[in-house]
């Protein structure tokens, strides 16, 4: 696939450019700074933008906030974010459209090559990939007030999966039950979260927009 890369770190950008190019993918730009994001998908038109969150001109979120904007003027781009650490509301911005097409990776997770395709894949097929220590971290942080306890705690676990952007098959895999349990267990997530079948968005995606809301209530 097509991607473009927002890195501002010399090491970190270069030696993504190889790995990109060793998985058979074609790095159409690669930045180092936030403000050169849009511009850049603008004219290259790339499947995927792998963008770092802290970025110049400021260090801050620089990155992310770049990632949204793209996100708005290019919504069939699918926008993979790195970040030296979890933080919740970065995931929850990416995914508040609800359109699918996003991940939150940490950058430890980029080393390796399997995990990084993987993100990459689910992303551009219009998926979410969220970084599984993200994951982890929010449900160590479940609230008391928490909306989404009326599923049972296998349907947590298969929200949890979800959230990883694993598909039905990979999670009967993971939860050793067949195929049909866990379409049974996606339908009752989507019912008890109130989320009818529609066009204009990705069920799975807002399922989890619901819960990172939950994490930051």
Known sequence: MRILLAEDSVLLREGLVRLLAEAGHEVVAAVDDATRIVPAAL???PDVAVV?????PTFTDDGLRA????RRALPDVGVLVLSQYVEESYAR????????GVGYLLKDRVQDLDT???ALARVAGGGSALDPDVVAQLVVTRRAADPLETLTPREREVLVLMAEGRSNAAIAEALVVSAGAVEKHVGNVFAKLGLPPSDAHHRRVLAVLAWLRARTA
């Open 43 to 45: 004219e290259h038109r």
């Open 52 to 56: 770092d969150v802290r970025m110049p």
């Open 67 to 70: 990632a949204v904007e793209l």
């Open 93 to 100: 911005d990416l995914l508040a459209d609800g359109r699918g």
């Open 116 to 118: 990084l395709a993987d």
